[in-house]
């Protein structure tokens, strides 16, 4: 094995454009963490919040390779479970913020966060896998107990997770309705039953609405806790409105009598998690839902054409 590798560094706010691949040292196991080789990884909308802002917080741990999920082969499995070879994914947990991510050609990581994958899948298509459809599962099935008698309502459903969600609720026999900001995107939503432009008040327009998937998030949660029925549950799990928090939220008249709020956060997958999704994928021959493939050495135009919603769906980036 050569002593160095390809990767991203950050230190603070950078522009896709001005994003380079540098040479450093590959990283040395030490007892608790695993080397991956990265065959692939996806592009994520927390990863473009780091490199242009959040990276400037204290609690990020620079310089930093960013990226917060990978798939890749166990290249030294230092005193874990797995073998040399073993295929895998890994995800959140801190990585890409606390400690060095994917975007690089090997990935250094805590084996509690590296999950064994037994798929037919190509390391494209399982790039897409572990953070978003995680993300979807997690949000509807732990949070929303989505039901196939259920009618789910996705707002800011032009997302990589968006397509996620639906293409599982769909699986389970779920009637969906998605909604876009964008009246030229409606076309993408064709796999939902409905799809709906949104024009930031969407409550009194909808009827036998049971669960609701909230990507867009603060922005327009108020107004997603009027749009399900009483009984209904709400999962806010995005934030692509770019509002973080409810301030001066008053739950007592702003969550209607007999309506539920939860709230999805990726940072703890299982073993047993990603070993459902990967049989609900397969079972239901589902194909995840890739927007586009780059090149590692075409991260700054991946970069790019994410910051500037060129890509629809997941981007994924080849090792
Ligand atoms: N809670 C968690 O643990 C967790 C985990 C994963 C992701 N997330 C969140 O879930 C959301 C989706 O993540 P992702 O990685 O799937 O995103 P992504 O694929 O990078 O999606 C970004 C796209 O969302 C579209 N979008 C749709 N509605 C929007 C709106 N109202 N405002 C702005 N953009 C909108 C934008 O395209 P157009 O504007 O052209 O439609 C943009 O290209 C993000 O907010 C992310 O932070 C949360």
Redesign the pocket.
Known sequence: MPGTMKAVILSEPTPAKQVRITEVPIPQVCPGWVLVAVKTFG????E??LRLNEIQADYINKPIIPGIECAGEITDPSDSHFKKGDKVVALMGGMGRSFHGSYAEYALLPADHVFTIHTELSWTEIAAVP??YF?AWGSLFECLHLKKEDTLLIR?G?????YAAIQLAKAIGCKVIST???EN?LELLKDADRALLDTGTLAGTLRGVTKALE???PKTLRDTLRCVETGGVVCN??????VYALNGFDPIKEIPNGVYLTG????YPTQKSMEDIFSFLAKHQIKPAVGAVYSFADIARALSD?DR?RVD??IVVRI
């Open positions: 592009l994520n909308h927390s473009q919040i953070e978003t993300t800011g032009t997302c990589a997770l968006g876009t900001h964008r995107k990507l867009v998030g799990t995005g934030i692509l409105g770019g999805f956060f990726s940072n994410m919603h769906g997941k």
